[in-house]
């Protein structure tokens, strides 16, 4: 074999009290286990030190500062990259000379030069220097980078099962870059020969031009996203439907909340007009203490006017002890204006009307007293009842409107995402076909000797056949007839195109695209990285959409499908599969396997 090929041998992130690591042999290496473990993380990882953009920040990356990775070279190099998790430039060992220095290596990628991670890669399997086509109609190039290589290699959940060719992503700027790549993978041949057309920029130029930059950003807003526009529309039909549902339960627990506190505002008022009238109780009590207080010392007095008067109506007349003159002839009238019976009188009639006053006010006092101990029963009941409608309300309805508000806050802000997301798929489409029609409108006016891009016929229907042979060995449904459709870049199977299938369909056909691209190569000694990294492509049998991926349930393609790569990749080619469900125990001996069990007192627990 004249070409070098790249295989991956370790991943570690590693931080100041802790290191995870995962080894990978050549052959076929299986991930698998349970969901939320970080099976897709370590495809984004690997993608990241091959040259890839920031990396997605999850909570279990916290305790590490740097990722290494471990890559050999079938010409017998071994090197080491380590880089940052925030991202920024590589360093580089070599593990075959330990006196060599460690290299600096740039994240960005320069025609021909090895001083980033791009050349030096490119490096190892041939392909540095490399151009390919950029414009077919201005007949403009650009430096091969390996991150043309790496989405061909690397194919992520979400790229797996898209709709689109895998030889596209979509992206209208770099349809034709794409495709060279393609090309000068499965041809060998570059477009470094390719002569820039020499044209005189008009206004519509320029207006494409604009419309490009806008569609980059437009599509790089949708990469974030991530989300199909289909599975977007189905998303906002179904949170509709949801925040309605949610409306109708939070409009229900709200009233039931107004209705204990407008039950609660009762009570507090009732408790309050209670309260006021036993502090007039009270008030009146110690009032009335004074009156009886004073009612019993005027009887005192009167009592003693009375008995005073009496005495002295009834004294016996005796001479006077100064003058001698006798009972008769005394004037106790001159001497005297009262009349001491009639005294005696008033005060016993006066005496009669202030008991009688006492006796009414002791009877007012007794009911008073009465009203009061029944105003603090009717006010313990009361306590009571406030403190289980509050506490219902502060323990189980009040909570509830408070869960149920954030949900249905949480779900408008849901749809407002996806809203946004559908937003920009038609700004997409309405730029998409403002394009088109400035495009078309400048090949009419301009010049019809475009240059002819794309895959040469012959070449096309050798790898269709080759997509078709390996099919038939997965034991795909159908006849598993294939050929490649240049008007979409992608394929038909069975006359029935790729992307119309179910997302389960699209992602098993994508990976056979894929892994036939590497055995293309390999066995036309093309040059090719050397490895394929698949990222769920037996979808169909965890997540089925659709009939069209229902009808895989229940036959062997699972089977024949790891069968097929046990057979044929061993030592020279390298398959690394991230699925969920473990592969048949009948190839377990022919690969690597690692599950992360989601248990922490199981096993593995995950990657990190």
């Known amino acids: 074999m004249s070409n070098s090929y790249l295989q991956l041998r370790r991943i570690a992130f590693s931080g100041p009290e802790k290191m995870s690591e995962i080894a990978f042999s050549n052959g076929v290496n299986v991930i698998c286990g349970a969901s939320d473990t970080g099976k897709s993380f370590l495809t984004e990882s690997i993608d990241f030190m091959l040259g ?226 036993l502090d007039e109780i009270a008030d009146l009590l110690t009032r009335f203490d004074l009156l009886l207080e004073h009612y019993a010392i005027d009887i005192d007095r009167l009592t003693a006017v009375q008995e005073s008067g009496s005495m002295f109506a009834h004294v016996e007349s005796v001479p006077c002890p100064i003058c001698g003159a006798p009972p008769e002839a005394q004037q106790h009238e001159a001497a005297c204006d009262g009349d001491v019976e009639a005294i005696v009188q008033a005060a016993s009639a006066e005496i009669e009307k202030i008991r009688r006053l006492r006796d009414e006010l002791h009877g007012t006092v007794t009911d ?99 997509v078709s042979r390996l099919l038939k060995a997965w034991e795909f449904p159908g006849d598993c007839l294939v050929h490649f459709d240049k008007e979409s870049t992608d394929f038909v199977i069975d006359g029935k195109p790729r992307g119309s299938r179910g997302k389960g369909l699209r992602a098993i056909t994508h990976a056979a695209v894929t892994i036939a691209l590497l055995e293309y190569c390999q066995e036309n000694e093309l040059p090719h990285p050397g490895f394929a990294v698949l990222d769920s492509p037996l979808l169909a049998y965890f997540k089925p959409e659709g009939d069209d991926d229902r009808q895989l349930q229940g036959t062997n393609l699972k089977e024949r499908f790891y069968y097929y790569l046990v057979e044929h990749h061993s030592t020279d080619s390298q398959i690394i599969i991230v699925e969920n469900q473990h592969p048949p125990d009948s190839v377990l001996d022919g690969l690597k396997m690692t599950v992360f069990t989601g248990n922490p007192n199981e096993g593995r627990k995950g990657l990190l």
């Open 368 to 466: 008073l007293k009465s009203e009061a101990i029944s105003q603090e029963q009717e006010l313990s009941s009361k306590n009571k009842e406030y403190e289980k409608v509050n506490s219902q309300i502060q323990e189980t309805v009040a909570p509830t409107v408070s869960e149920e508000r954030a949900s249905f806050s949480e779900l408008v802000e849901k749809r407002a995402e996806v809203q946004k997301g559908l937003e920009l798929y038609a700004r997409l489409a309405n730029l998409e076909e403002r394009r088109a029609s400035l495009e078309q409108d400048e090949e009419d006016e301009g010049s019809s000797g475009a240059i002819v891009s794309g895959l040469p016929d012959s070449v096309a229907h050798d790898f269709s056949l080759r």
């Open 52 to 277: 890839g953009g920031k990396l997605r920040d999850i909570p279990e990356l916290t305790p590490f500062g740097e990722i290494q990775l471990d890559l050999d070279v079938t010409s017998g190099e071994k090197w080491r990259f380590f880089r940052a998790t925030s991202g920024g430039r590589f360093r580089v060992q070599n593990l075959r000379d330990e006196d060599a220095e460690d290299k600096v290596l740039k994240e960005k990628h320069a025609h021909d030069k090895t001083d980033n991670i791009s050349g030096f890669l490119l490096d190892k399997i041939g392909l540095l220097g490399k151009r390919i086509l950029r414009s077919k109609k201005k007949g403009t190039t650009q430096s091969l980078s390996f991150r043309n290589l790496a989405r061909l290699v690397i194919v992520q959940e979400g790229e797996i099962q898209q709709t689109g060719s895998p030889f596209w992503g979509g992206q209208y700027t770099q349809k034709a870059a794409e495709l060279a790549t393609i090309k000068l993978l499965l041809t060998g041949v570059d477009d470094s020969n390719v002569v820039e057309t020499t044209r005189i920029g008009t206004d519509k130029t320029k207006q494409i031009e604009l419309i490009d930059e806008l569609l980059d950003d437009i599509r790089q807003e949708i990469a974030d996203v991530g989300e199909e526009e289909a599975d977007l529309k189905e998303q906002i039909d179904q949170l509709d439907k949801t925040i309605e549902q949610r409306r109708e339960i939070l409009k229900n627990v709200q009233a039931k909340l107004d209705s204990l506190l407008e039950k609660r505002r009762e009570l507090v008022e009732t408790r309050t007009a209670i309260q006021d009238r």
